[in-house]
């Protein structure tokens, strides 16, 4: 590898299930000195287009050229993930960490052919010879599943999902939706949890709800398992752009008893799904 890569420890990935979380966390672990996390780069989809053909150096500059043309822009779906006074698209040395925070389309290639999929992550990293690190991001299902909802119903309208009227006495009421988008939750789930045992990388899963809570706390522990430290003024400059509380989706979806008791059955199905409800 050529400079800056040199001395890179670890390649990050992101896995889960789309609106789960993902840019929040890729964009504070991108505001570290020592890592660079891509936003929205697609590393299996661009793998596949070329063939897995990709030298490493290039994957890595282009990885490390997204990172820093969203330097001071770090926006998605409407929010702003911008962090002050910190690192985001550009790194002090050394450069330990670097990697891609496309989550949920990532599973979804492994969906769509898990064989196919696999066997170009293998071959990408084998020619990386460091170790691979999962950030597995999870959130109430409820309001991942109706964030999923209006993100598809937003797009069938033409719109942006930003500009979505909210009517708490009037939330969106498509049955067939809901059910489409609380089946593929699942795939996703079943799927995360198939790559968590595989081996592919050593995995770590968030509850974006505790993240939320306590983001200080949460981003350290996530900053050890990348093995990188966290001084305070990076922690508490993270911290200042986490929203206050989880957007709860859900209620700008009519869920109905029925489809709240069968999505609960589901959930516990999967440890780190278990506890999250309907009315929490």
Not at 107 to 130: C, P, Q, R, S, V
Request: hydrophobic letters at 35%.
């Amino acid at each position: 590898m050529l400079k800056p890569f040199d001395g890179i420890h670890f390649f990050l990935m992101f896995i889960g299930c789309p609106y789960s979380g993902h840019s929040l966390i890729g964009s504070l672990l991108d505001a570290h000195p020592h890592m660079i996390i891509a936003h929205e780069y697609n590393l299996l989809a661009k793998l596949e287009k070329s063939g897995g053909d990709n030298a490493v150096e290039d994957v890595f500059r282009g990885l490390y050229k997204n990172s820093r043309s969203h330097k001071g822009k770090r926006i998605q779906t409407g929010y702003d993930y911008t962090v002050p006074h910190q690192f985001q698209g550009a790194h002090r040395d050394p450069l330990r960490v670097i990697g891609d925070k496309k989550g949920g389309d990532t599973t979804l290639k492994f969906i769509e052919n898990h064989g196919a999929a696999l066997k170009i992550f293998d071959a990408f990293k084998a020619k990386i010879k460091i170790p691979v690190k999962l950030i597995h991001v999870t959130r109430n299902p409820y309001d991942n599943i109706s964030a999923m909802a209006l993100h598809a119903y937003a797009k069938r309208k033409k719109t942006n999902y930003s500009q979505l009227p909210f009517d708490p006495d009037n939330p969106l009421r498509d049955r067939g939706l809901l059910n489409e988008k609380t089946d593929r939750y699942f795939q996703h789930a079943k799927k995360n949890m198939d790559l968590l045992k595989s081996g592919m990388g050593d995995g770590y899963t968030l509850r974006s709800e505790n993240f939320i809570k306590n983001p200080e706390k949460e981003l350290k522990k996530i900053c050890s398992f990348l093995g990188q430290p966290a001084d305070e003024g990076y922690l508490e400059d993270c911290a200042s752009i986490v929203y206050d509380k989880p957007h709860k989706s859900r209620f700008r979806v009519r869920w109905t008893q029925e489809m709240i008791k069968k999505t609960a059955l589901c959930i516990e199905e999967y440890d780190f799904l278990s506890g999250r409800r309907y009315d929490e």
